[in-house]
Nanobody
Framework: QVHLVESGGGLVQAGESLRLSCAASGSIFSINGMGWYRQAPGEQREMVATITSIGSENYADSVKGRFTISRDNAKKTVYLQMNSLKPEDTAVYYC????????????????WGPGTQVTVSS
């Protein structure tokens, strides 16, 4: 069993900051790429930022220069620092990770967290 749990969401005003965290737990052999995705009401889920196991980062154009993704491999945790938040950043933010478990270390499985709500008021 593997679980991803996000934390750090909330209600903020435009221009403020939030830091999201996502911790992985369970029978984890190794973690490949990790990332953050978001889904606003009536919209499709979209990639926000991803980070590889060696720290290579990728961002959606809409968040470049404002958001920073990072990870702590020892803690099996990925972070998303969100600065200069805008009302259009309002969404449920989901953590994603590609994980090999001890039960089947040859296979990378895709896992999602339950999501955390971020609301930015104008």
């Amino acid at each position: 069993q593997v679980h991803l749990v996000e934390s750090g969401g909330g209600l903020v005003q435009a221009g403020e900051s939030l830091r999201l965290s996502c911790a992985a737990s369970g029978s984890i052999f190794s973690i490949n790429g990790m990332g953050w995705y978001r889904q606003a009401p009536g919209e499709q889920r979209e990639m926000v930022a991803t980070i590889t196991s060696i720290g290579s980062e990728n961002y959606a154009d809409s968040v470049k220069g404002r958001f920073t993704i990072s990870r702590d491999n020892a803690k099996k945790t990925v972070y998303l620092q969100m600065n200069s938040l805008k009302p259009e950043d309002t969404a449920v933010y989901y953590c994603n990770a590609g994980i090999r478990t001890y039960g089947n270390s040859r296979l990378v499985m895709n896992y999602w967290g339950p999501g955390t709500q971020v609301t930015v008021s104008s």
